[in-house]
């Protein structure tokens, strides 16, 4: 069965600072792995996705993630906080054949300190 | 676009009570997603819809949970009896029918089960 593990339940970082919300991910054959974000009262919205290729992602907002496919990691990076990134990030996976079956992981709260 | 509609924002209901949750997807958009998200966990998915057809109820409490969407649009989720361990935010989500494809979500309807 397919897994995404969130191994952080908050991340504390200072505005400015770079950040990593890290994610790893356990799906037989080649995964899709997407980050959605969540703020507070509202959906989650899509950040980026990684389906093939470059294995550097750029997304929404400054964001970008990196797969390695040795490690089964997709860590979600951006190279400067901003105390607005503050929220709930989640990884997700899903196999690349047969209908989308998304499974996410328990989520990260980043809080940027100003 | 317009974005995912659902209703209500808020519902609380006693125990053994029952409840029905409604969903609106984006138009032309032929997945239909339900999920269940506790708090302090992950979104969990209950059931899948491709147009009005069943892809994937395999963690849908069928004892107590039901799903329709009928004529391959609109959704209702409905629970009966509710029981405490309901209490969560049912995030509806909707996306092309394409592997890889991102989701987009409504706000959610947040429950509580007294």
């Known amino acids: 069965a397919q897994s995404v593990a969130q191994p952080e339940d908050q991340v504390n970082v200072a505005e400015g600072n770079p950040l990593t919300v890290k994610c790893t991910y356990s799906?037989?054959?080649?995964?899709?792995l997407f980050w959605y974000v969540q703020y507070p009262n509202r959906g989650l919205q899509f950040l980026l996705k990684y389906i093939t290729g470059d294995n550097l992602v750029k997304g929404s907002y400054g964001f970008e993630a990196e797969f390695n496919k040795s490690q089964t990691s997709f860590h979600l990076k951006k190279p400067s906080a901003l105390v607005s990134d503050s929220a709930l990030y989640f990884c997700?996976?899903?196999?690349?054949?047969?209908?989308?079956?998304?499974?996410f992981g328990t989520g990260t709260r980043l809080l940027v300190s100003p | 676009e317009a974005g995912v509609a659902q209703s209500p924002r808020y519902k609380i209901i006693e125990k053994r009570q029952s409840v029905a949750f409604w969903c609106n997807p984006i138009?032309?958009?032929?997945?239909l997603y339900w999920y269940q998200q506790i708090l302090g966990q992950g979104p969990k998915l209950l059931i899948q819809f491709q147009n009005n057809g069943v892809v994937d109820d395999s963690q849908l409490p069928k004892d107590r949970f039901s799903a329709e969407r009928l004529k391959g649009v609109d959704s209702t989720l409905k629970i009966q009896p509710a029981k405490l361990e309901d209490s969560a935010v049912y995030l509806c989500?909707?996306?092309?029918?394409?592997?890889?494809?991102?989701?987009?979500f409504g706000s959610g309807t947040q429950l509580s089960v007294l």
């Open positions: 799906v037989s054959g080649n995964p899709y």
């Open positions: 997700a996976a899903t196999l690349n054949t047969g209908f989308q079956k998304l499974v």
């Open positions: 989500a909707s996306s092309r029918d394409r592997v890889g494809e991102k989701l987009f």
């Open positions: 138009s032309g958009h032929a997945t």
